[in-house]
């Protein structure tokens, strides 16, 4: 059964449902994503989305953390609170016999969350335990760096999981008053798929909303991408040179052109070994072991990022390679060649892309989410198949923005 898209009236909200039944396997996926509820909301502390959802994994307040883990051991059941750049999620998985137990243990976890000092304690000394470990990855530390250069002053500049002072300071008053704010009835979508009804997936979802403040939605904030080439060189005790790059790219979330995009990438640098970046920097140079460049089209952003890791005396050679090869990429477009080996490849992998029932509601969910009908991806496939070169062409030399290279670069 293709996934559908009803509405539920909780507290005057309507509060969309995206369900799909499959009656495949006994088991039954539900999330709630909060919208407007991620990282990008840390505007006083950074990290606070992300330490806000450890803390729910904790379990309620009455069992304690170990308590509810058992609890939840004993009869299968998953439940697990996660953070994105844009939304905050609860998400439970168990067995069809299993539905309306989750649903009890999601609005127990709602209406009780494990707000103590105890609690606190722990998931302060996991997660400054993790961060101390992650100033010696230095992908992550590039990777900061890049989005310092690309979005300064904003929260996309900020680490999602904060900075060990800004962890040290969150206290539970912090967390109660995110949490107050971005877990609201205005801001819920519910995702479901599996073996069950749609009738009794409103009923319990009624009923966990209704423990939910009404709340209200704000407007996602969009940040630009600087168009201003930055350069920031980090020294480190390192064997490697970590060289991230990136660039504005300026296309808005449901812009209907972004199957274009999504071909276009593939061939500079998402394509794995058929990619430019790779055939260049890899194949013939021998400067890295792979190279990538990506597209994020998001409501909040959209930019053009990409990273390769290569010798410390040949880190200058590499950095202009990206340079020459992405000027060439836009100067000149693709071939014919390129072209059809990129359709052959996003039309024979699709099958792959929706094997699982997740895999189809995360695309749904993404179609709802960017205003798309449900169908979308199908129509862009479609688009896909048709793409003449010269349109291909066109609209890669339209975006003349990726030549303005940011580069975050960690080396000795």
């Keep these: 059964m293709a ?29 709630i994503v909060f919208t407007n509820s991620g990282s990008i909301t840390d505007t006083k502390i ?27 051991e004993s009869r299968a059941i998953h439940i697990s609170a996660s953070t994105g750049t844009e939304t905050f999620v609860l998400e439970t998985s168990s067995l069809q016999d299993e539905f309306n137990n989750s649903a009890t243990f999601l609005h127990d976890l709602l209406k009780d969350p494990n707000y103590t000092e105890e609690a606190l304690s722990k998931v302060k000394t996991m997660t400054i335990g993790s961060l101390s470990r992650k100033e010696n990855d230095y ?61 009794e997936v409103k009923k319990s979802m009624v009923k966990i909303l209704n423990t939910l403040p009404k709340g209200k939605s704000e407007p996602l904030p969009h940040f630009t991408a600087s168009d201003k080439a930055k350069e920031s060189i980090l020294h480190r005790d390192t064997q490697q040179a970590y060289i991230y790059f990136g660039s504005p790219y300026n296309m808005a979330v449901n812009d209907e052109e972004y199957y274009k995009a999504r071909v276009a990438t593939f061939i500079l640098g998402t394509g794995g070994f058929g990619s430019r ?18 597209v994020h089209v998001n409501k909040s952003s959209s930019y053009l990022n990409g990273y390769l890791q290569t010798k410390l005396d040949s880190m ?14 836009v100067h000149k477009g693709v071939t014919e060649e390129e072209l059809e080996q990129t359709k052959k490849f996003l039309l024979g992998s699709e099958p792959l892309r ?17 205003g798309f009908p449900l169908n979308h991806s199908e129509t862009e496939l479609k688009k896909i198949k048709k793409l003449k070169l010269k349109d291909l062409n066109a609209f890669i030399k339209k975006h003349t923005e990726i030549l303005e290279q940011s580069f975050a670069i960690v080396t000795k």
């Design 3 to 31: 996934a559908q898209i009803e509405y539920m009236e909780v507290k005057g909200i309507k509060v969309p449902l995206i369900f799909e039944q499959d009656t495949r396997l006994p088991l039954v996926n539900t999330q």
């Design 46 to 72: 950074p990290g606070l989305a992300k330490f806000s959802a450890k803390l729910f994994n904790e379990g309620t307040k009455r069992l304690g953390s170990n308590g509810f883990a058992q609890k939840l």
């Design 139 to 199: 992908d992550y530390v590039a990777s900061n760096e890049l989005k310092k250069l690309l979005f300064p002053n904003t929260p996309l500049a900020q680490p999602a999981s904060g900075t060990v002072a800004s962890v040290q300071s969150i206290e539970l008053d912090d967390v109660k008053d995110f949490v107050k704010q971005h877990l609201v009835v205005s801001r819920a979508i519910i995702v479901v798929g599996g073996d069950v009804s749609i009738e």
């Design 277 to 294: 970046l790779m055939e260049e920097i890899r194949v013939k140079r021998g400067l890295a072991y792979s190279a990538y460049a990506r």
């Design 316 to 329: 200058d050679e590499a950095k202009k390679t990206v340079v020459n090869v992405i000027s060439k990429f």
């Design 354 to 370: 929706v094997e699982t029932m997740s895999q189809r509601l995360q695309r749904t969910f993404m179609d709802y989410y960017k």
